[in-house]
C-alpha cells in the first residue's frame, strides 16, 4: 500500500517529511527531466508517493504507526521544519499520536499505543468491543518459538 500525495512543491515535501522520519528511496525523472515522483519510506510498508500538481486541502490524512520514537521529539523536528503540528496528545482509545499538516494541506499522523496503559486497553476491548476476532495473548503469539 501506498499513500499518494500531491505537492506544490517536491524539495519542501522531502524536507519537511524527512524531519518526521522519512527517507527519499527514489526521484523518477518526468519529461525535461524535472521529477515527477517521488518515492519516501519511514519503515518498512509505510511508503508515500509524491508527486508534482496541486493537491485538494483535506483530501488526504494517513496514519502510521510511529515505532519506538520519542513523539515528543518527532514534533519538535516537525515543528522546526515549518509544518502544523498537534501533540504529542493521548487518544480515547489508548494510543499517543502527533498529527502534521504539510504546505499542501495533508495530514499525516504518527501514532505509538501507550505501553504503561495496555492493561487497561485490553480491559476496555474485551468489555467494549464485539466483533469475529481473536484477541492475541502472550502464549499464542510465543506458540511454536524455542
Avoid: C
Avoid at 515549518?82 to 501514532?111: E, K, M, Q
Avoid at 492493561?119 to 518459538?145: H, K, L, M, Y
Wanted: charged content about 15%; glycine content about 8%.
Amino acid at each position: 500500500m501506498f499513500v499518494n500525495l500531491v505537492s506544490q512543491d517536491l524539495t519542501a515535501t522531502e524536507s519537511l517529511y524527512a524531519a518526521a522520519g522519512f527517507v527519499t528511496l527514489a526521484t523518477i525523472p518526468g519529461p525535461g527531466g524535472a521529477p515527477s515522483l517521488v518515492h519516501l519510506r519511514r519503515e518498512k510498508y509505510q511508503d508515500i508517493l509524491v508527486t508534482p500538481g496541486t493537491s485538494v486541502s483535506g483530501s488526504t490524512t494517513a496514519s502510521f504507526a510511529a515505532g519506538d520514537v520519542d513523539l515528543a521529539e518527532v514534533a519538535e523536528q516537525l515543528r522546526a521544519a515549518g509544518a502544523d503540528v498537534s501533540g504529542p496528545y493521548d487518544t480515547p482509545w489508548f494510543s499517543t499520536d502527533v498529527t502534521f499538516t504539510d504546505a499542501d494541506s495533508n495530514r499525516i499522523i504518527l501514532t505509538a499505543p501507550r505501553v504503561a496503559d495496555q492493561a487497561q486497553a485490553q480491559e476496555w476491548v474485551g468489555s467494549n468491543i464485539v466483533g469475529d476476532f481473536e484477541i492475541p495473548t502472550a502464549s499464542s503469539s510465543d506458540a511454536g518459538r524455542p
